[in-house]
């Protein structure tokens, strides 16, 4: 198996996404290291893990991200390195601009895009050391697409692709691979736990989210994708097409997103 012994670190393992990455990982022979905010969610996820003597946890929080070189360290230390980051925690946003207060722009910035960064930059001296290693970013098909009460969201989801499409440039010659993963609905509790323009959570099911694809389906693709090293995947159900239609014919999508929303 391509990721057997690989150490890979996932963030935002809590659920979701994250925990069926983990999983998935963990059934492919993966040694693994998951964070996340919550340590009894990230219990959870080990123990649902083929090996979770093989699964260490490191509970913090993305927003703190000016404190990550001894988070990097800690990683680290588990196994001696990490071979794989897939920077996967973040939060979302079901809010009109008109209604969002500053501070939860600052807040999903902070989450989505800074803590994500941070992290990177903090592990990024042990890739380029040991000349080998994989960013993996879980974005979103929102990265390429704005649409009406995710402002914010996608504001930080298009940040982390200038970022990281730099980054791949810059760091090609030391052998260090990043790959972009770009989902559309999924089956996981992102439009629960989603910011209002109060800073609340929305507490509420989006019909688009409970209709999409499954978190393991996610996850396999997104193995398959880095054992590809693709630069960057969509994965989803229609409403992945949409990026490609914006590049050909972008006034269409721009009148079909005033009623409808991706995630």
Request: hydrophobic share 40%.
């Amino acid at each position: 198996m391509y990721f057997k012994n690989k150490v890979v670190w996932v963030t935002g393992a809590s659920s979701g996404i994250g925990r069926a990455t983990a999983i998935a990982f963990s059934n492919q022979g993966a040694k693994l290291i998951i964070s996340g905010r919550h340590a009894n969610n990230l219990l959870d996820t080990k123990s649902m893990c083929a090996d979770p003597l093989d699964v260490h946890i490191i509970p913090f929080d993305l927003a703190d991200y000016l404190n990550f070189k001894h988070i990097a360290d800690t990683a680290i230390g588990v196994y001696g390195h990490v071979d794989i980051l897939v920077n996967n925690g973040g939060i979302s946003q079901r809010s009109l601009v008109e209604e969002t207060g500053i501070r939860v722009d600052e807040e999903i910035m902070k989450v989505n895009y800074l803590g994500t960064v941070a992290l990177t930059k903090a592990l990024l001296p042990h890739f380029i050391e040991r000349k080998a290693g994989h960013f993996v970013i879980v974005s979103s098909v929102m990265g390429k697409i704005g649409t009406p009460l995710r402002s914010s969201y996608a504001a930080s989801k298009h940040a982390l692709h200038g970022f990281f499409d730099s980054l791949r440039a810059e760091i090609h010659k030391y052998n260090i691979n990043v790959n972009l993963i770009c989902p559309g609905y999924v089956q996981t509790n992102v439009s629960m736990n989603a910011l209002t323009g109060d800073g609340k959570p929305q507490n509420k099911m989006d019909t688009t989210i409970q209709n999409g694809i499954k978190p393991e389906k996610l996850a396999k693709g997104l193995l398959k994708a880095v054992r590809e090293n693709k630069n960057e995947v969509t994965i989803g159900n229609k409403e992945i097409y949409a990026v490609l239609i914006k590049r050909f014919f972008p006034k269409i999508v721009a009148r079909v997103v005033r009623k409808f929303a991706l995630t």
